[in-house]
């Protein structure tokens, strides 16, 4: 049995080595100093331009170096900063490799909290910018500005808008995946967060904006419209199968969202996207 586990174990870390090999970033240029990266993770934004480089979100720690090879393809050098849209690990598990390359890494408040809590006060993980509200980032002849949403998809969402550029980078506020967003409840994250976040970025943007989704291809306003019309339906369908104080597992059992034929991801089934709307929707609201 123990051999078994074991050999189970150096297959898995084999599997992951190769899997790291086998992950291909891809590029898509949005604008002569933008460039979307696509890797395993959460979409990498690359800002590239006369005062250097510096991107937003760093997916995992194991594509560091293949990361690092597309962006000095786009430009030689190391990125000054790196922005996390929020703490997960499959945005920020770069970070300690990009600060050890020399990229100064910015967060909001909550992200700088839970990555200590996690990595502890002295880890290369931990931002060493963090912000309440939100910042701005006056670099490569454009002023970025990183604004905070307070309880969407977790209590540290950043979204980035290039005002010249007319592009924002969402994080994972937005799921571009044809489904429902992954609202982390654990993490403070919140139906109608989600919601307040899309409409403001709706009202920030135009026709042409181009939207980067945490997940999923490069979208823009009108498809960010019908993804708010999609949460919004959701989030009444729930409310209806909720009335009357029904249980959670009833309400699970009773599976609402499948008249929304959706396709879910296999992190995410159907079964945990109601859960954590039901979770989310009979909390008593958040104050800020």
């Given amino acids: 049995m123990i051999k078994k586990s074991l050999l189970a174990m150096v297959l898995t870390s084999l599997t992951a080595m190769s899997y790291a090999d086998e992950v291909q970033i891809k590029t898509e240029q949005l604008t002569d100093n933008l460039h979307v990266l696509f890797g395993q993770g959460g979409n990498i934004a690359a800002s590239v331009g006369d005062d250097g480089i510096y991107i937003i979100d760093d997916q995992f720690a194991k594509l560091s170096d293949k ?27 770069g970070n300690e490799n990009f600060a050890n390359a020399g990229s100064h890494v910015i967060a909001h408040d909550n992200v700088h909290k839970r990555l200590v809590e996690k990595h502890g006060e002295d880890s290369k993980y931990v931002p060493v910018l963090s912000f309440s509200h939100n910042m701005s980032l006056h670099f490569n002849n454009e002023h970025a500005k990183i604004m905070h949403f307070a309880h969407a998809h977790t209590d540290g969402d950043a979204v980035v808008f290039f005002n010249k550029a007319n592009v924002v980078h969402m994080g994972d506020i937005y799921f571009n995946l044809g489904g429902l967003p992954f609202v982390d409840v654990e993490s403070g994250g919140s139906v109608d967060g989600v919601l307040a976040a899309v409409e403001a970025v709706i009202s920030h943007t135009d026709e042409q904006t181009k939207i980067i989704p945490g997940h999923g291809p490069v979208s823009n306003q009108k498809e960010l419209k019908q993804y708010h019309q999609l949460v919004t339906q959701a989030k009444e369908i729930m409310l209806t199968a909720m009335k009357g104080g029904a249980s959670e597992e009833a309400v699970v059992a009773a599976k609402p969202l499948s008249v929304l ?9 159907e079964e945990r996207v109601t859960k954590l709307f039901y979770q989310s929707l009979s909390q008593k609201p958040h104050h800020h």
Avoid: C, R
Avoid at 70 to 86: C, D, Q, R, Y
Avoid at 261 to 269: D, E, F, R, T, V
């Fill in 261 to 269: 034929n959706l396709q879910y991801s296999g992190w995410l089934p």
């Fill in 67 to 93: 990361i690092k090879q597309t962006i000095s393809n786009l430009k030689p050098g190391s990125a000054e900063f790196v922005i996390n849209t929020h703490h997960h690990g499959d945005h920020t598990g």
